[in-house]
Each structure stands twice: as structure tokens, then as C-alpha cells.
């Protein structure tokens, strides 16, 4: 349900979760995005009516760290598949500085399961039935398993 549910979310209109110009811009930027013509746009090179330019979804200081972390995503089924969307994990570190913490195509859906740290656990989803869940070790997110309905299963 909180996979639909975030799901749902971000095709809602973003409202950059209170974020400074100056974070937002930063976190585009950590997320390799750039500014074309008044959009964000990442590397995805649709410019087909169905495309859905970069926005800020969600806005949570997500590891208890006093620090956010925000959810960007772009729509494109040309870039993106069947999903439609995909989505980049930027986090504001010591010193202001933004990075990419996780980058991928489909739905992301925070879990509670925590790596390193205390980031969540992160559910890639979209069409399908077998999905890949990311743990952070302290250095990157990378799959930890697959599930369904938080069983878990095996891709293929």
C-alpha cells in the first residue's frame, strides 16, 4: 500500500518540500540533472508530450541525521520503460554539500529495513512482480534482495 501510495504521490504536482532555491538547485545537480528552458532535465533525451521534467517528490531528513534527503524523479517511457518514471536519491552532507546516494528507474518506496547509518531500505518498483531492494552499506545502496508484497522472490 505505501508503494501506491508513494507511487501516487509523484504524479502529484511537487512542491520542492520547502527546500532554498539554492538546496534545490543542488540537489538537481547531485542528481545530474541540469536546467533546459525552465525544466530539470537529466540525460534522458525524450521530447515526446508524455515526458514529465525533473521535480522534487519528497523532502524527509530520512537516517535521523538533522540532514535531508530528497526524492527527484523525471517521467519518460522511453527512457524509463515500462515504469514511466525514475527517480534519484540526493542527500545534503556536512558542509551544505549534496550528493547521489541512489539513481534507478521505477518507483521508490522507503522501507523500514535500515543499512548503515540508518538510511531506509529503498523498493524499486514498477511493472512486474519480483522487485530489487536497496541497503545502504556506508558507501553505496546496492541490491540487498528481491520481493513482492514483502515476500521475498526470485527475479526472472
Known sequence: MLSILF????????DNGGLSAQDQASAFAAAG??????????????????YTPGGIDMVDDLDGDGKPE??????????YG?????????SKGAGGRWRLLLRAAGYATPLS????IGLP????????GCFPV?????????????????RPCTPG
Open 82 to 90: 515500462a515504469a514511466g518514471t525514475g527517480f534519484a536519491l540526493v
Open 113 to 116: 529495513g535500515r543499512g548503515i
Open 7 to 14: 507511487a501516487m504521490s509523484m504524479m502529484v504536482a511537487q
Open 121 to 128: 531500505d529503498i523498493e524499486v518498483g514498477g511493472p512486474g
Open 70 to 79: 530528497a526524492f527527484i524523479t523525471e517521467g519518460s517511457a522511453t527512457c
Open 33 to 50: 540533472f541540469s536546467q533546459v528552458g525552465g525544466q530539470w532535465r537529466s540525460d534522458c533525451a525524450d521530447s515526446s508530450a508524455g
Open 134 to 150: 536497496y541497503r545502504w552499506n556506508d558507501h553505496d545502496y546496492v541490491i540487498d534482495r528481491h520481493q513482492y508484497e514483502g
